[in-house]
């Protein structure tokens, strides 16, 4: 009997020790789905956000996970921008939406109960964020992807690992240490850039044709000229619309500038101290 009974609560130990384990596993996975729980944004932070994103009138705000929708609240009532929330949490967005209601912007923000990954983001200029970091690595490709050359991203304390912010910075916030343990907020800024990838004709008035290969990964541009013995293309930076580069031949080097609007490119480079127009089209899309 005795022998039965310890097998009997080894047995009870081990099922509650599996249900423990799926239950934290559950945890993760939701968190991962989620962005972890609801915890409000300061004031503060939210002002220093939509500052750092440059939101004004003309932007159209998304936050992913917006909680009590602190943020579209605040860019539509201080800003005039409009904008869209988006939470899981239904009585989150029913508060957001009556706070609309309340302040008189309903007409310039609204709120939606949907999984952001399933959502629309090309209609933002502006996306802002504060979620957990596996979250904002499984959302990363697809703000890259669906954003236009142009829109910013702002996140709050978390960021998109190897693909680097454009800027950051970190400022004191003593509301947040009974939250986190952590007076401080650190914010990170993205600006989506033009998809540059791919082989392109490049021409110069009064000039033959050349061709160049661009690659691009996140925030990161490279550039090879093809079939121009003793020359290369170096200093590639595309932010936005705005693409740059330099073609050197020994220490000669000619500053190319523009922009990229889809399958064509177009801007100014100096030419023995004088401006000349360029024009490109893609050849080929990588």
């Known amino acids: 009997m005795q022998d039965q009974s310890n097998i009997r609560r080894i047995l009870i130990k081990s099922v509650a020790l599996a249900l ?20 409000p944004t300061p004031q503060v ?24 929708g602190v943020i579209v609240l605040t860019a539509a009532r201080q800003l005039k921008a409009s904008g869209m929330g ?17 302040f008189g912007v309903a007409d310039r923000a609204t709120f939606q109960v949907q999984d952001v990954f399933k959502a629309d983001l090309s209609r933002a200029t502006v996306v802002t964020l504060y979620l957990l970091p596996a979250m904002m ?6 703000i890259y992807n669906e954003l236009r050359p142009g829109a910013r991203v702002v996140s709050h304390d978390y960021h998109f690992g190897d693909w680097e912010a454009d800027e950051r910075v970190t400022f004191d916030v003593p509301e947040k240490e009974p939250i986190n ?7 990170f800024l993205w600006t989506i850039p033009a998809k540059v990838s791919g082989r392109w004709q490049i021409k110069v008035d ?27 293309l170096s200093d590639v930076s595309v932010k936005g619309e705005t693409i740059s580069f330099s073609i050197w031949n020994g220490p000669a080097r000619q500053h190319y500038r523009g922009k990229v609007k889809g399958g064509a490119m177009s801007g100014l480079v100096n030419l023995d101290g004088k401006e000349a127009k360029w024009q490109a089209v893609r050849a080929s899309q990588k």
Do not use: C
């Open 181 to 187: 343990g952590v007076p401080s907020a650190t914010l």
């Open 86 to 102: 988006l939470e899981i949490d239904p009585t989150l967005v029913k508060r957001s939406n009556d706070s609309a209601q309340k």
């Open 45 to 68: 932070v939210v002002d220093q956000m939509l500052r750092f994103g440059a939101v004004n009138a003309n932007d159209f705000v998304m936050d992913l996970g917006s909680g009590d």
């Open 206 to 232: 009064g000039s033959e044709p050349r061709d160049i290969e661009l690659t691009q990964n996140f925030h990161k541009s490279n550039g090879t000229l093809l079939n121009a013995k003793g020359m290369g």
């Open 20 to 39: 423990f384990a799926v239950s934290a596993q559950a945890q993760v996975t939701e968190a991962d789905r989620t962005g972890g729980p609801y915890v």
């Open 137 to 142: 690595m499984n959302l990363r490709n697809k």
